[in-house]
Structures are given as structure tokens and as C-alpha cells.
């Protein structure tokens, strides 16, 4: 009996193997300096975004927010983020990079961004602008229809 080929599994399933073999390309270059993805995530957001409050952090690098302390702790015992207090409102708490985790981030992510491109090079340049607007248009469908 020939088996029926189901598109979305087979999708699902060569996105999460083209995933996993992209973040570990990535998570290897982060490892040589000491961090882990959720480390380098958070120090590369509060680089290129500016200081920004603890409670958003989590949604914009994908992870919980209770995970977020955790996380920035570990950052500032490194040296590399402080924490201050909102002069408008004291309640709300702001993660920002020091002068160190600056300094970090300008000489790591330019070789991190190479190891990216290299891991990313069976593409072509055109072929990975349809890629995202494919994988954007998946994903936000899949957003709007979780309930």
C-alpha cells in the first residue's frame, strides 16, 4: 500500500532538523565565550535595542519571563548588564549592557554573525529572502490560529 505523503508533517519536521542544525552552528561560537544562546540573546538585544525593562525581555528573545532574572543575573555576576531603577517609575526595572558587555558584544558578534552566514550558505542570497517571507507568512498564521 502506498503511503499518503502528508506536506505539513513532512514541513514540520525538515523546519525543526534545518532549526536544530542552524542554533547548533550558533550555539557552538557562543559556548567559546563563556555564554549560553539565552545569555548572548539577552546582551545582544540590550546592545543593539538600548536598556530595556526586565518584564519585556522575555518576549523578545523567546523565553519565559521568570527565566529572565535568572538570566540577568548571571550577566551582571559577568560583568556584562546592570540593572537600574525607571527615574518615571521605580517600580519598573531596566536591564542595560556596561562599557564590558559592549566592549563583548562589538568583538564577538561580527565572527558570530560569519558562523551564521557560513551555516546559512546552501542557500542562495534569493533563496533565503523566499525563505523568510515563507517562513514569516507560516508563522504568523499559525500565531493568529493558536487559541
Avoid: C
Avoid at 16 to 28: E, K, V
Avoid at 94 to 108: Q, R
Amino acid at each position: 500500500m502506498a503511503e499518503v505523503k502528508n506536506l505539513s508533517l513532512e514541513l514540520y519536521i525538515t523546519l525543526s532538523r534545518a532549526s536544530q542544525w542552524l542554533i547548533a552552528h550558533a550555539d557552538r561560537d557562543i559556548r567559546q565565550h563563556g555564554l549560553n544562546r539565552t545569555e548572548f540573546g539577552v546582551l545582544e538585544l540590550l546592545y543593539h535595542k538600548g536598556p530595556q525593562p526586565l518584564q519585556q525581555i522575555g518576549g523578545k528573545v523567546l523565553m519565559s519571563s521568570g527565566n529572565i532574572t535568572y538570566v540577568v543575573d548571571k550577566l551582571e555576576k559577568k560583568g556584562f548588564v546592570r540593572r537600574r531603577a525607571s527615574k518615571e517609575d521605580r517600580r519598573l526595572i531596566y536591564a542595560e549592557a556596561t562599557d564590558l558587555g559592549i566592549w563583548f558584544i562589538e568583538d564577538v558578534f561580527p565572527a558570530h554573525t560569519t558562523v551564521i552566514e557560513q551555516a546559512a550558505a546552501g542557500l542562495t542570497e534569493e533563496e533565503k529572502e523566499q525563505a523568510i517571507l515563507l517562513m514569516k507568512k507560516l508563522g504568523l498564521y499559525a500565531q493568529q490560529s493558536f487559541k
